[in-house]
């Protein structure tokens, strides 16, 4: 027996079409498991074969199956020399594709809100899945890379995308979620086209920012301030030992008054790229490449995840903002600007308690809230006159001002000394 899968949607329109039509039916190899289309997919899987759609009862003798349709889109499949026309599993429309999730996300209203993404390494593309299986309707993709073979261990992608652009692979998980989602691609790099990131911010509902150096992120900074959208940040430090996330809203901090805090300049962060970490000054130019080598040192996908889990739940929660939904709760309790995860008792850590004897010591594996303050003379959100973006953007920030304390409560800030 084998099983055969159509689309609902496609049964719908061929029913009122007046003529017969032909599909491909892409079988994966061995499992006797066939998807019967009306429209070719873009990249094939599988042994491929002849589909003919058809009005009434008639096979059709030269097609490998023939899909019988009736006047309400209901399907049944015949393989050519078969007697039998088999059930078909039907996947259902874009209402029903997310009906499971109903009552906990308002599905209705995620469907029409358009997601910026920058950045698609091992955060921005499981970002952008997690956002799809959430029934996200529109994403604006933005990374000039390709899968690289040192990308995969944290990558969503596999071995057979190597060398693709990351845009193109990401679009594509994200159809094979949501098939009717709308994707458009920008394969740039921000730095060098603030039009294109400009423009995408003005019609973006939510920005998220996944890119691995502070230059990009100024200027996304800046394009949230400016154009007064909601954005979110995260990145891990060295070797994902920990890491943080960060959200813009119009009116509170900003990233710029995040980095100048004395807290987040004394994390190091994590270097997964020597060529691009060379590039932002995260490697000097003069360090040899075995030196240079030493100093890339990715952590485990597995210590990524909670600060992309994060980044997927304060984005659900900006996008579903004011509707009633399951998540709703969440708005009372994710109110602070930032949040600090910790994988591992290492380096900047060191101090903390054991996790099983922590009582109430700051530990490992749970999230931090950081009430981080506005800062009243941020060179970039500050109601005061602001300094120029241009090389003094970072000199703009003053070391004195820089020391705001965070509020993390006495014992963390102690430990991170
Ligand atoms: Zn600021």
């Given amino acids: 027996m084998a099983t055969y899968c159509l ?4 049964l719908q329109r061929f029913s009122t079409m007046p003529e017969n039509a032909s599909g491909i039916a892409y079988e994966w190899e061995g499992e006797s498991v066939i998807h019967l289309r009306l ?124 060398g693709r652009l990351k845009t193109d692979f990401v679009r594509e998980t994200i159809l094979g979620k949501n098939p009717y989602a709308k994707v458009d691609m920008f394969p740039i790099n921000i730095n060098e086209h603030l039009d294109i990131l400009e423009c995408e911010v003005r019609k973006a509902d939510l920005v998220i920012c996944a890119t691995d150096n502070n230059q990009s992120r100024f200027n996304i900074s800046e394009a949230l301030v400016r154009l007064q959208k909601v954005g979110i940040f995260g990145r891990a430090i060295t070797r994902a030992e920990g890491g943080d996330v960060f959200r813009y809203r ?26 691009s970490a060379r590039k932002n000054g995260q490697i000097a130019a003069y360090t040899s490449p075995e030196d240079a080598d030493a100093m890339v040192q990715v952590g485990l996908s597995s210590d990524i995840e909670p600060m992309c889990n994060m980044m997927v739940k304060l984005s659900l929660v900006e996008l579903s903002r004011g509707s009633e939904s399951g998540i709703s709760s969440l708005e009372e309790e994710l109110s602070f600007p930032a949040y600090m995860w910790v994988n591992r008792r290492e380096r900047h850590y060191k101090g903390f308690a054991p996790f099983n004897k922590c009582a109430n010591m700051p530990t490992i594996m749970r999230w931090y809230g950081i009430n981080l303050p506005k800062n009243e003379h941020c060179s970039l959100c500050s109601e005061k006159p602001r300094l120029s973006l241009g090389e003094d953007f970072l000199k703009g920030i003053d070391p004195e001002l820089s020391r705001i304390n965070t509020d993390f409560g006495d014992d963390v800030e102690e430990l991170l000394k």
């Fill in 7 to 10: 689309y609902g949607e496609e």
């Fill in 39 to 162: 429209r070719p997919l873009e990249h094939s899987f599988g042994i491929v074969h002849s589909v003919r759609f058809v009005h009434g009862s008639e096979p059709d003798a030269d097609a490998d199956f023939t899909v019988f349709v009736d006047a309400e889109g209901n399907a049944l499949v015949r393989k050519r020399g078969s007697q039998d026309a088999e059930e078909a599993t039907i996947i259902p429309a874009k209402e029903n594709l997310y009906s499971r999730s109903k009552g906990l996300i308002e599905v209705g209203i995620l469907e029409g809100k358009r997601v910026l993404i920058i950045g698609l390494g091992s955060f921005g593309s499981q970002i952008a899945v997690e956002l799809a299986k959430s029934g996200v309707g529109e994403f604006s993709l933005m990374d000039f890379d390709r899968v690289e073979l040192h990308n995969l261990v944290r990558h969503t992608a596999s071995l057979n995308d190597l």
């Fill in 250 to 275: 119009p009116g509170g901090p900003c990233y710029v008054c995040m980095i100048g805090n004395q807290w987040y300049k004394d994390m190091a962060e994590e270097i997964t790229n020597e060529a």
